[in-house]
């Protein structure tokens, strides 16, 4: 099997180490990631400047721009001839649950993969703040499972026939496989933003705005659980310890809202 693989953490980053590693016991794998932390970009492509290729001593590429523009730079230009089995981005530091992957470079590179019809899957791991040898650890732990999905189960051909489809891949914040439940497919959730903008001043005494996508602690009640459907978000799989695996659809107008809109008068 041939991989492309890239992230939002950057090229030097431990989880995209720990992907690189474990796929490349089960496949040939190329990464092309950028040169510097590109967390919250999501889709985003440089088309006001250009882009510049840096080969490392691991062979990975890195690139001064987005993980879209990683991934668009790859399939269409680098590694063109190339025919990709999949896509998979991360594995990005933190979890990207619910709406989330609207702001996500992990999953905004996987995006761009999808819409030159490779299938693709962004994967994170959720909580991944500790020391760094426990850090590291947690991170081949999460590969592992990635591993395991794709061996284990037929999700790389079940995502070929599913046009338009990203898989969003979260592994909890365990410390060891033994510990993950096993795995639930999910829809995505939503949950608060417990402080959305940080107001500061800066060292000049200028006022200044810090965006943050940190959420209220998820706390599932006995009520969301009787109300629970066969599907559960990814949010409530996370915190029972299962790995959420969340198809997400795009390049989609939903039938219902074209039959509300063409009602009007416009």
């Not at 080969?55 to 063109?80: K, R």
Request: hydrophobic share 45%.
């Amino acid at each position: 099997m041939k991989f492309l693989i890239s992230n939002d953490d950057g090229v030097h980053a431990p989880g995209l180490r720990a992907l690189y590693e474990a796929l490349s016991k089960i496949g040939s794998v190329t990464v092309v990631a950028p040169d510097t932390e590109q967390s919250g970009c999501a889709s985003a492509l440089n088309i006001s400047q250009p882009l510049y290729t840096q080969t490392l001593e691991s062979g990975f590429i890195a690139v001064n721009g987005t993980p879209a523009d990683c991934i668009y730079l790859a399939l269409q230009q680098l590694y063109c001839a190339t025919d990709f089995d999949c896509v998979i981005t991360g594995i990005n530091s933190g979890a990207n649950l619910g709406q989330d992957v609207l702001f996500s470079g992990t999953f905004g590179a996987a995006l761009s993969a999808q819409l030159f019809g490779v299938p693709a899957i962004a994967t994170s791991l959720v909580g991944a703040s500790h020391s760094r040898a426990d850090q590291y650890s947690r991170y081949r732990m999460a590969a592992a499972q990635i591993v395991a999905l794709i061996t284990e189960t037929s999700i790389l051909k079940t995502i070929k026939q599913m046009p338009y489809h990203v898989l969003n891949v979260n592994i909890p914040d365990v410390a060891s496989s033994a510990d993950i439940k096993g795995r639930k497919v999910t829809s995505l959730g939503h949950s608060s933003i417990a402080n959305p903008v940080h107001c500061m001043l800066d060292p000049r005494g200028r006022e200044a705005y810090w965006l943050c996508l940190r959420k209220v602690p998820y706390v599932r009640s006995t009520a969301m659980i009787l109300a629970t459907s066969a599907n559960d978000t990814d949010i409530q799989a996370i915190a029972d310890g299962f790995i959420s695996l969340s198809p997400v659809r795009i390049h989609h107008t939903p039938i219902d809202a074209l039959a509300k809109l063409s009602a009007l008068t416009l």
